[in-house]
């Protein structure tokens, strides 16, 4: 199908999408951007990991006609301005609540951030997929004060008990912000529209563009089917 526009978007949160995701982007937008997977270093001995896979490894024939365009860059230490940027959405209690309610409602959302559907490391403690998701929907964590920095100073600490899903729940907040603050940097500097499939993920960044006056585009593509 050709493009019906000539513009670039760029696909958020993620590093990959569905292959109809793709294709519906493809029919809208003349190319679509992809970041690469982002691993967040919260101090020099603790963060997440990257993974290398790429859309055009699935898609190396629209690689090589430009129709996908990866490699953006958006991992380690947050800057000065991301950290900002990161905690200005952690003390926003309109855009907390839209992360709860996700974190309780969606299943997408939930994937995208655990694994609950096997064991998860908690602190010390293995602890069954299923219960410690259960134990991070409480109401509680919803009204728990989060900055970048108290979560850098748990992720220094063997922790245990509810210290250890505090650090879960507060990494988990800053993935999520951290994302959109990649988002926004790299559709300015880009100078393309920002797209996503995730409805969570739509309401998140369009609660963080309304709060920080940005003008951006929010493309959200609609998944039925799939």
């Known amino acids: ?3 019906t526009q000539t513009t670039d978007t760029l696909f ?3 590093h ?3 292959e109809e995701t ?4 493809l029919a809208r937008f003349h190319r679509v ?3 690469d997977y982002m691993a967040i270093q919260l101090s020099p001995f603790s963060g997440t990991t990257a993974f290398a896979d790429r859309m055009g490894g699935t898609f190396p024939d629209l690689v090589a006609a430009g129709r996908i365009v990866q490699g953006h860059h958006v991992s380690g230490p947050l800057t000065g301005t991301g950290r900002a940027s990161v905690d200005r959405d952690l003390a926003d209690q309109q855009w907390r609540r839209l992360f709860h309610e996700a974190l309780r409602e969606n299943r997408r959302f939930q994937r995208g951030l655990f694994d609950p559907a096997h064991a998860m490391t908690v602190g010390r403690d293995v602890v069954p997929g299923p219960a410690a998701l259960l134990r991070l929907m409480r109401e509680d964590f919803l009204h728990e004060p989060f900055t970048m920095e108290a979560i850098q100073q748990l992720s220094r600490q063997g922790l245990t008990g509810n210290d250890a899903y505090r650090f879960e729940y507060g990494l988990a907040l800053v993935k999520t912000a951290a994302a959109q ?4 940097q790299l559709a300015h500097r880009l100078r393309i529209a920002p797209a996503t499939d995730s409805s969570a993920h739509f309401q998140l960044f369009g609660r ?4 920080e006056q940005e003008r951006l585009p929010n493309h959200l593509v609609i998944r039925t089917g799939y």
Do not use: K
Not at 22 to 25: E, T, V
Not at 181 to 184: A, D, K, L, Q, V
Not at 208 to 211: D, K, N, P, V
């Open 1 to 3: 199908m050709n493009p």
């Open 12 to 14: 958020y949160p993620f």
């Open 16 to 18: 990959l999408c569905h």
């Open 22 to 25: 793709l294709r519906r982007l």
């Open 33 to 35: 951007h992809f970041r």
């Open 181 to 184: 603050h990649y988002t926004i």
């Open 208 to 211: 963080a563009l309304e709060r």
